[in-house]
């Protein structure tokens, strides 16, 4: 359930680290004449580059604009991604009554189990949650601190057997999968 | 490594959106309103591309420059970085566990300290592989290579790690000097 760009960064940064080198080996070719003898001593713009884009300016400037605007529109959205929490916030739960329906704010079920994990099993130090889905299926993300001499089995198996059941029946959720990130509290590092 | 790469990406994609959009820009009131540059000298750069040629020293330089500094983002997003987290074998359907490498690297410390006669310990973890490092006092470490190994093997394997990594023990003798003998 996390959304880390880290992913995306290594995939966008291996383009422009490849055409970074594209673009470098092809200049070094060009000025020590690999594509021809007399290139070295070309013009950056050629004439006959020049000649081209004059030749075809109607369509030439309006697609290079465009092509600006696209690279614009995907550089804002991998921007976007950096600058997003790597949880995405809780959603409401809107759950189906006879006679209307109820909504249950995300933030106060997550708070919910919270508290329940950290309250029924004696070795959690801490805990976050955040939900989102709707009452037909609902995604949990739990995040347990534990301490530090803490058997991890033992408290996996307690949120799996107790707390995530105990959650369920509460929140009238037909289907629950949870994203469980255990984690041992720092040593030296004591709240509760 | 991360926070490199988040940073990287932070500064490219700012840069790559504000270039790109000035370019639009500078196309548009360019081309179609047949105006001045408003912030890029495009006719500067116009009139020294058609100067400069491709084997002058400024030029060569500066693809060198794009090279190395494409060869550097290549190496820095091919180097192999250990795992944030290790997932665990799902023991129900709809539950999905993972933990912390520190977490995981914890527990294992905490495993080959738990052994008589290791004073010190150190686990590094990666994505299948994870090598704890013991010290102890003693001159001689004798089985203590062995009993650290079965300590933290049962740590690992009673957690159930979805890629279960190879484990390798290092056990060193601390040297005690004369001073502190």
Known sequence: MR???????????????????AVGIWGIGRAAGWFGDHQPDQPLLIPSVADYVARNAHWFWPVAAAVSVVICVLALAWLRAQLRLPRPASTDLVIQAADGQLRVQGDALADALRDDVTTSIESVQRASARVAGDN??????LR????????????RGLIESEVLPRFSRAACVAQ???????RLQPAGRHVK | MRLVDRLLATLLAGALAAISAIIAIEIIIGYYFDRDPWLLPWDRWYRRSQELTWSDRSVVITFILIGV?????????LWRRPPLSLPLEDTTRDVHTDISRRSLE??????????????????????RRVTVHATTQRRQPGDLRDRVNASTAGVLSGLRLQDQPRLAVDVRSRQVSRAEV
């Open chain 1, 136 to 141: 037909q299926e609902l995604d949990v993300d």
């Open chain 1, 144 to 155: 347990v601190e534990v301490e530090e001499d803490a058997d991890l089995n033992q408290v």
């Open chain 2, 69 to 77: 500094a494409g060869m550097l983002l290549l190496a820095l997003q």
């Open chain 1, 3 to 21: 959304r880390d760009p880290d992913r995306l960064n290594r995939a966008v940064l291996i383009i422009l680290a490849v055409a970074a080198i």
């Open chain 2, 106 to 127: 914890q527990a294992l410390t905490r495993a080959a300290l738990s052994v008589d006669g290791v004073s010190g310990a150190h686990v590094r973890s990666r994505r």
């Open chain 1, 176 to 182: 629950i999968t949870t994203y469980l990130d255990l």
